[in-house]
């Protein structure tokens, strides 16, 4: 029998450069009789297999295991470590049982799917599944999930481990088992490689043996593996050959934009169905949240004959998505009818519009119109209604929470990259007692990024002071405030002490938002970085800002548009020109309001964020993926309050301030320069913040 010892192995490959498939991939799997592989998602199991040496591998009794992950809510996991297995195991084997029955209904996936069944059935595949406390994903105890872990076992003893990326974003099979980039080592190979072969064997003995700490392994369910096996086919070594012969399918399944879903967008809905429809998936801004959801919209209409009710932030969103509904979903012959924003006419015919019936059909709304009482009652409430909400985050606001009624809707679907409401721990309960909570797993930006479903970025934060005038006035406020709080802290229950406490922190604030040195800023940074032909976008925080701004560039000699809902002219056709000739867009609002500008390649933004979310959405927005555009340069301007003592128990860091600190400093570990995050690091220690526990300080806005 070949051993893997027989083999010429590189020290990594890469897709582009190397055939993996020919040098690696089939080799190591055609000499070797055990393969050990760790993945992110049970769907990618159908990618790993090298499918044209499966034949041979199942022939001389080869075993394939693989460890799947699943994300679980703390209380999951706190109920896991108490002993209480069985909540965690139900809660497993309701989001596994839809992942198979989604990967069976899959057109592309189907055969490959039941081919693995069959050998799942006879004993070649096993499968367990790794169980992660969310925060744990982005540590070491998750680490062997993104670094897709290989090990290769011949006869005799020898090993070979590779560990590197897949590309997930494509469904299609491939020989080389997806793979983009691999490092290698082999058992044979010296001592260095020995020492790593058996590091890594070890580590995934102590994984497939739940005896790692941080993890807990679960068998596979048993109800998710009976539907599994109830698929298989009886005779996989000729559903293989029929498989092998068949031209390659590029994705599953391609929509009109030439999209399918991505494994994150697949888990999501999964997580979706076996929360029984209800939830809301956190997927960072440019992650596929919208098509998740025409996904889940589809199958509602189509397959269910529900009506969908599909609720926007504003007249920006509820356009891109009229658009987008007709253009995915024209097969199905839906009509929608929009309410707010301009459109009046709903009030006739949404009553009879919401009804059940045969007919596909959609209801298209902005939040400020959904959530009045008009619309309320002329809903013809019920389980046949479906709320599909972008932007989630705003139903958690005084006014428009009274959307959130048990009584009008369905099945519910929540979409935002941050749906917990900065410094409002009301509207968050509210959001996540009517969506039954946060489905698992999130996708952050890190994770986006990671992924290459965003752009890679550098960072580069450049700190502002206030002037002595403006470091006087902040002064007095943060005097005014530590002694409010001494007395309310003391007792003091005097009517408005509260609002005139919250209208001080605000004044504060607008210190740091209008910091006179951002202008200066702006135009330093432009002069010795922008080059013609780049595309820019100086984000700012109002239209005063903006017009100084222009004014200072231009001066300087340095050509700028200006971008706002006043601005003279066509601001789509402002955008057009940026994307097709480059230059310097000066705006306000574009980030906030889901304008895309995915062919922007570099951003100032001076805007200080009062929330997270803010924070968040203007930085993700400038790394989506285009054309031609390998990496992001994204430059902030980060404000620093002056240096004084703690006045009557006040610390001298704004929290909003430090909040933003906090996570530009987050931001700045997931970029391609990391080493940027040792200044942040640095000033945060100064201004005494501690940015493990400060990430979501901040305030939402009143009507958000």
Known sequence: MAKLSDLTLQTSY????????????????????????????????????????????VQRGGKLRVLCSQVLAGEDIEALEKGYSARVDETLAARLLEEVRSLLRDEV??????????????????????????????????????????????????????????????????ADGNLESIDVAASWLGARDLERARTEES???????????????RPFPAVAREELERAAEPDWDSALSKLLSKPEKSATPIDVRGRSLRPHQAAGLASWAANGRRGILAFATGSGKTFTAITAIREAIADRQEVVVVVVPDQVLLGQWFA???????????????????????????????????????????????ASEDFRQRLAAGEHLTLVADEVHRL??????????????????????????????????????????????RYTLADAVRDGVLTRYFYRPHTVVLTDGEAAEWRV??????????????????????????????????????????????VSVLALEHQRGQRWIIYCEDLGQLNTVCKALQARGIQNMPFHSQMDGDRAET????????????????????????????????????????FIQRRGRILRVAPKKALAYVHDAIVLPPKQDPVDGERVADPITAGELVRALEFAQHADNPASAADLQQIAIEMNIDWHSLSMNGIEDADD
């Not at 024209?330 to 009818?337: E, G, I, P």
């Not at 009584?407 to 959001?431: C, I, K, M, N, Q």
């Not at 309310?488 to 001080?504: F, K, P, V, W, Y």
């Not at 906030?592 to 100032?604: I, K």
């Open 396 to 441: 958690g606001s005084p006014h428009h929470r009274r959307l959130l009624d048990e009584r009008l809707f369905g099945a519910r679907l929540g979409l935002s990259a941050t749906p917990e409401r900065a410094g409002d721990a009301v509207g968050t309960a509210a959001l996540l007692s009517f969506f039954r909570g946060v489905l698992e797993p």
């Open 324 to 370: 987008e509904l007709n253009e995915t979903l024209a097969d199905l012959s839906v009509k929608t009818l929009r309410a707010g924003a301009g459109y009046v006419s709903w009030r006739e015919s949404l009553k009879l519009w919401t009804s059940p019936g045969d007919t596909p059909r959609l209801v298209l709304a902005t939040v400020q119109t959904a």
């Open 575 to 614: 955008l057009r020109w940026l994307d097709r000739r480059g230059g310097v867009l000066v705006a306000i609002k574009c980030l906030d309001e889901g304008v895309d500008v995915p062919s922007v390649t570099h951003a100032l933004i001076l805007a200080s964020s009062k929330n997270p979310r803010e």
């Open 203 to 217: 580590y995934f003995f102590e994984l497939w043996n739940n005896r790692y700490p941080t993890l807990s392994v």
């Open 14 to 57: 890469h897709k582009g450069r190397d055939d993996i498939a020919k040098a690696f991939y089939l080799p190591c799997m055609g000499r070797a009789v055990e393969y050990d592989r760790a993945v992110g998602y049970f769907r990618s199991t159908a990618f790993i297999v090298a499918w044209p040496a499966l034949r041979d591998f």
């Open 109 to 174: 996936l189907r055969e490959p799917a039941r081919i693995l069944a069959g050998l799942v059935a006879r004993g070649t595949i096993e499968l367990q599944i790794a169980v992660l406390r969310e925060s744990d994903t982005r540590g070491a105890s998750g680490r062997i999930f993104h670094d897709k872990l290989g090990i290769f076992r011949d006869s005799s003893g020898n090993i070979v481990i590779f560990k590197g990326s897949m590309n997930e974003t494509w469904s299609g099979l491939a």
């Open 477 to 522: 406020l943060t005097k005014e405030i530590g002694q409010l709080r001494g007395r309310m802290t003391g007792g003091d229950a005097t009517a408005g002490i509260e609002d005139r406490l919250q209208r001080l922190y605000i004044k504060r604030a607008r210190v740091v938002k209008h910091a006179a040195a951002k202008v200066p800023l702006a």
